[in-house]
Each structure stands twice: as structure tokens, then as C-alpha cells.
């Protein structure tokens, strides 16, 4: 192994090992013409290649708030958020390889609306593909129960406000 790689994958395992056994999601949409779209992520295939939204872990002594603005920072590039609506969902689900005697891990559901025309970068380590999806192309794409519910409860909230 080069000594370049081992010092990547030492630094890698360094930040997994920062990470709490605690998660968020942001659920990035914006308004066009007076209607919502949804962004999600396509996972690489060595990543198993889903649909998903921005998710990733908090690190020691981040907040939510902030773990939520890096993350979306990361995964697409997007550095100016309109507005965040937080409590859109809440769930937990089993991992028994995140961190060592940690078993559970505690996801909060964030909306984050972005400007409609803030452009996305995905870095290719983490993503390959991005699309914009309406509310039932989005449900279609997204793999997991849990993203489906936080999507449509969000779509839920942003819709009796009109």
C-alpha cells in the first residue's frame, strides 16, 4: 500500500471514529412556478447505488443545526440556505457496524429549502448522479420506509402552508 493511501485511510478511520451514533437528514427542495421539487443523491455503486437524500453523521461537538449545514455543504456544493424547518420526522434504526457499542442510530429529518437556482456538485466519492423529482417520482426513487415518510411528511407541512 502506498503511504498516501494509508495516510487516507487512516484519516478516514479517524472521522468514523469521531462520529456519534447520531444522524441527519436534509431533505433539499425548492419552489418553481409554485411547485416543490425534491433533490436525492444517487448513491455510487460500490455504495450500493440508492436514491437518497443529503444524510450523514454528526461529529464530537457539533450540533444538529450545524452537522446539517456541512453535510449539505459536502454533498452538493450548496452553501446558502433559505430556511430550515426542523421536527419533520425522527426515527432510529439498527447498525451494528456504525461505532463499536453503539447499536441504534438516531436520524432527525430536516427540510431545507435552497434557492432554485443554486447549482449542485457532487464530489463522485460519495454520489453519482442528482435529480430534482416531484413529490410521487421522489417516492418512487427513495429506497428506505423511513426517507418515504419524512419526505411525504415534509411535502405534508409545506403544502398546508399554501
Known amino acids: 500500500m502506498s503511504f498516501d493511501r494509508e495516510i487516507s485511510y487512516t484519516f478516514a478511520w479517524f472521522l468514523f471514529c469521531m462520529r456519534l451514533p447520531v444522524q441527519v437528514q436534509a431533505i433539499l427542495f425548492k419552489k418553481i412556478s409554485g411547485r416543490l421539487h425534491y433533490l436525492l443523491l444517487k448513491r455510487t455503486p460500490e455504495k450500493e447505488g440508492f436514491w437518497q437524500p443529503v444524510t450523514g453523521g454528526l461529529e464530537e461537538g457539533e450540533t444538529k443545526v450545524e452537522a446539517l449545514g456541512r ?50 456538485v457532487i464530489d463522485g466519492k460519495e454520489h453519482s448522479q442528482f435529480k430534482w423529482c416531484s413529490l410521487q417520482e421522489a417516492l418512487e426513487l427513495l429506497k428506505w ?18
Not at 452538493?76 to 442510530?105: L, M, P, Q
Not at 419524512?150 to 405534508?156: G, V
Open 71 to 120: 453535510e449539505v455543504l459536502e454533498e452538493t456544493g450548496i452553501k446558502n440556505i433559505a430556511r430550515i424547518i426542523d421536527d419533520v420526522h425522527y426515527f432510529e434504526y439498527s447498525d451494528s457496524h456504525f461505532i463499536k457499542g453503539y447499536h441504534f442510530i438516531k436520524e432527525y429529518v430536516f427540510g431545507v429549502e435552497v434557492h432554485p437556482t443554486e447549482k449542485i
Open 145 to 162: 420506509d423511513e426517507n418515504k415518510k419524512a419526505l411525504s411528511r415534509l411535502d405534508e407541512i409545506l403544502t398546508a402552508k399554501r
